[in-house]
């Protein structure tokens, strides 16, 4: 009778945790998106309060700022969330406004193309894996990916022209 009595509270705190989360996530508009790559990390804020946290996968080369097309590295700086795509490779996602004009310019010093089509994204179209695999390494090409799960929930959170900022 303990036993069950403990399952219930337990049950019940859970419920009244996630029941509050999902209340400040509704009622604190997402302003910014910050990106953490070094801790795998992207964070959506009101203000400078985070509403939400999600782990993510990176660019197969993580380490360092996006130079040329191909180099599967994610971009940092400060860019925007352009427009959603709901017709790609991936499942669902958001354009960010790679290349910025220090990067287009920075490029054209090393006479190579800076690339673009930077999104955040859900896993591959067909990807049977389960999301905890997938996202436990950096897989993309130098976009910043999360679980379908997380991407719908992103969406609902998010606003084209939302800034984001990606760190080191």
Not at 13 to 21: E, F, G, T
Not at 111 to 136: A, E, T, Y
Not at 153 to 166: D, F, M, N, Q, S
Request: hydrophobic share 35%; proline share 5%; net charge negative.
């Amino acid at each position: 009778m303990k036993l069950l009595l403990s399952l219930c509270i337990i049950v019940f705190s859970l419920s009244v945790k996630a029941n509050s989360d999902d209340l400040t996530s509704a009622l604190l508009p997402v302003d910014k998106v910050t990106v953490d790559k070094s801790k795998r990390r992207l964070y959506l804020l009101h203000g400078d309060e985070i509403v939400r946290e999600f782990r993510i996968a990176l660019g197969k080369r993580p380490k360092g700022h996006k130079i040329y097309e191909g180099d599967q590295r994610t971009p940092e700086g400060i860019y925007k969330l352009e427009y959603v795509m709901e017709d790609s490779q991936f499942y669902r996602s958001i354009h960010i406004s790679y290349p910025n004009e220090a990067d287009i310019a920075n490029a054209a010093r090393l006479n190579l193309s800076p690339g673009g089509d930077i999104k955040i994204h859900g896993q591959k179209n067909g990807d049977m894996r389960p999301s905890q695999f997938v996202q436990s390494f950096d897989w993309t090409n130098g976009c910043i990916a999360l679980s379908n799960e997380e991407m719908d929930e992103l969406l609902t959170l998010v606003r084209a022209g939302t800034p984001i900022e990606i760190l080191p």
